[in-house]
């Protein structure tokens, strides 16, 4: 009786359940771990695994997120398995203590490695660890035991943990970042957590749900989400990181929504620690491949062969908006007049290759090159259209001697060009 009540518990309660041999099974199962983990840290059963936490553009390996692993002697069981046992049996508090020094004690073997170079790493905090009272205290004790940088760690919160008791999370958290240590708020979009909360807490980095990542190329709610989250975080002053990254278009799609960093398995799966080393050694190695922008900006004008009407101009814009998305292509698309002025950025090949297709394209004609760089980061964020014009409340001082400019008459001016367009690419944005 006692194990179908819990089968009810764990569906959320306020239900029922036969007793059967599965549940048999599962209780079994789960009194053996709790019994394991008892012993699993003198034992030293546990690992770590990293997971490579990469910048977007260029892939280039910037810190890890650590992962638990246990290996008792019947065999490696998933973190999926053990980890709600630990956390409802309170075994997480010890394990997560383990953890941490750990990590710090990765902090400082890098540190001696690679110096100020050395990746960050990503320590996971769970809810049951956020409630103990002497938390603070062991983390500053053992930053003073390991000797590690604390701006080298990023503790990672999930936002429905902090959501739990945020007033109580909040104590603990600005006392965590006295320490030195930084602060991320994990499975972002997730916990319905308030703007007015978020300001308070003194974090750095939001992590985005791999759900919505998973949904890019399949869902316009999630790809509304994702981009939601980036604009935020961005007027906020953090950064962002993208979670369960495993195709090249998702990939392509967050650098075109300016997201800073990602991690999944398109890039790296996790790996024991010799690899990791290995790993970033070669990275460092490879200076070319790693310093050297693959960024591209080009902007130009045009004529459009007839004057478009509005639900021309949205058909264009709805088709371009998507198409560029998917490219990684970011700017802002400009029609006044029966002209075009658009500015794009990504990777040189696809800005090119957009390039030569809209030459091609019959509706246009008198296509001007106005400038064309490699840049080392995007200026815009997202890709957006606008259409400006004067109001019609306002009256010209004379009409006498004026002449109607076009976009090609300022296309020799390459700085005007950029500038004006970058007004209303914020425009956009904002």
């Not at 008792?72 to 508090?93: D, M, N, R, Y």
Request: one cysteine or more; proline letters at 3%.
């Amino acid at each position: 009786s006692d194990t179908a009540m819990y089968a009810v518990k764990q569906k959320g309660r306020d239900g029922w359940a036969f007793f059967n041999e599965s549940q048999q099974e599962q209780a079994r199962q789960r009194l053996a771990i709790t019994n394991g983990l008892r012993l699993a840290i003198e034992r030293e059963e546990f690992s770590l695994r990293y997971q490579p936490i990469v910048a977007t553009e260029t892939g280039r390996v910037v810190g890890a997120e650590v992962l638990l692993r246990w290996r008792p002697p019947q065999g490696e069981i998933s973190p999926a398995l053990f980890i709600p046992v630990a956390e409802s049996t309170g075994a997480i508090v010890a394990i997560g203590t383990w953890v941490f020094r750990s990590a710090c004690q990765t902090v400082v073997e890098w540190r001696s490695r690679w110096g100020q170079h050395a990746p960050y790493i990503s320590v996971n905090l769970s809810t049951r660890q956020l409630g103990e009272v002497d938390l603070v205290d062991e983390f500053a004790a053992i930053l003073a035991e390991t000797g590690a940088d604390p701006e080298g760690v990023l503790l990672e919160i999930t936002e429905t943990s902090l959501m739990a008791d945020v007033e109580g999370n909040l104590r603990v958290l600005r006392r965590l970042s006295e320490l030195g240590l930084r602060v991320a708020v994990d499975d972002f979009g997730t916990g319905y957590s308030s703007l007015a909360q978020l300001t308070r807490l003194p974090v750095s980095v939001l992590k985005i749900d791999r759900a919505f990542v998973d949904g890019i190329e399949k869902s316009s709610e999630a790809r509304t989400v994702i981009r939601a989250v980036i604009g935020l975080g961005r007027s906020l002053g953090l950064k962002l990181v993208a979670e369960g990254v495993e195709t090249s278009a998702q990939r392509l799609e967050l650098c075109a929504y300016g997201c800073d960093f990602a991690q999944g398995y398109f890039f790296y799966r996790p790996l024991e620690g010799p690899r990791f080393i290995e790993t970033y050694a070669e990275q460092l190695d490879d200076k070319h491949a790693h310093t050297t922008s693959t960024l591209h900006t080009l902007l130009y004008v045009c004529k459009a062969r007839q004057a478009m009407t509005a639900q021309e101009l949205e058909t264009l814009r709805e088709q371009a908006a998507s198409s560029n998305r998917a490219a990684g292509i970011s700017g802002c698309l400009l029609y006044r007049d029966g002209c075009f002025m658009q500015l794009l950025e990504g990777q040189r090949d696809r800005v090119r290759a957009l390039y030569d297709q809209i030459r091609r394209d019959s509706r246009i004609t008198d296509c001007q090159l106005v400038l064309e760089s490699h840049i080392e980061a995007r200026t815009f964020h997202d890709w957006g259209m606008a259409m400006p014009s004067m109001p019609n409340t306002l009256t010209e001082v004379s009409t006498t001697h004026k002449r109607h400019i076009t976009f090609l008459d300022v296309a020799e001016d390459a700085r005007f060009c950029y500038e004006f367009i970058a007004a209303h690419a914020r425009g956009i944005e904002s």
